[in-house]
């Protein structure tokens, strides 16, 4: 389901990829619904292909979203609320205790937390797959 949903260097927000050809995609904007041509000149990453640094093994962003998705009963997170990094890392903390506080920047903490938001606006529930 991730795998779908992409990230833009330089561009805010997230993107669904809507088709593909071998020169460029056409993804659909997540809030606006805009759709737009991305070139092969840009850069993008899939969210199914996002992991974060932990004291053992990396965690999936999927599984991340799962556990952030439970914790919060399903609402979005008050980014405002958590205007220092102290308090950034506390929260994430809550969620996954032994993430990696030396290559996990408040930074990237903050753009999970902006993109969960997005994602559960979107109306996305369950951010991994099970196999049947």
């Known amino acids: 389901m991730l795998r ?16 593909h050809s071998a020169s460029r995609i056409i ?13 092969s000149r840009d850069k ?20 991340i979203l799962d556990l952030l998705y439970a914790k919060q009963e399903g609402n979005s997170v008050d980014i405002k609320a958590l205007d220092s990094n102290d308090k950034l890392s506390e929260a994430f903390a809550g969620v996954l205790e032994n993430y990696d506080r030396e290559r996990v920047y408040a930074s990237d903490i903050k753009k999970l937390f902006a993109w ?11 951010f991994t797959e099970t196999e049947e």
């Open 4 to 19: 779908e949903i992409i990230a833009i260097t330089g561009k805010p927000g997230l993107y669904k990829i809507v088709s």
């Open 44 to 63: 993008v990453v899939s969210l199914g292909d996002i992991a974060m640094y932990t004291d053992g093994d990396d965690k999936p962003l999927g599984e």
């Open 27 to 39: 993804v659909e904007d997540m809030t606006s619904k805009k759709r737009f041509p991305v070139s």
């Open 116 to 126: 969960y938001n997005l994602l559960i606006a979107a109306g996305m529930t369950k």
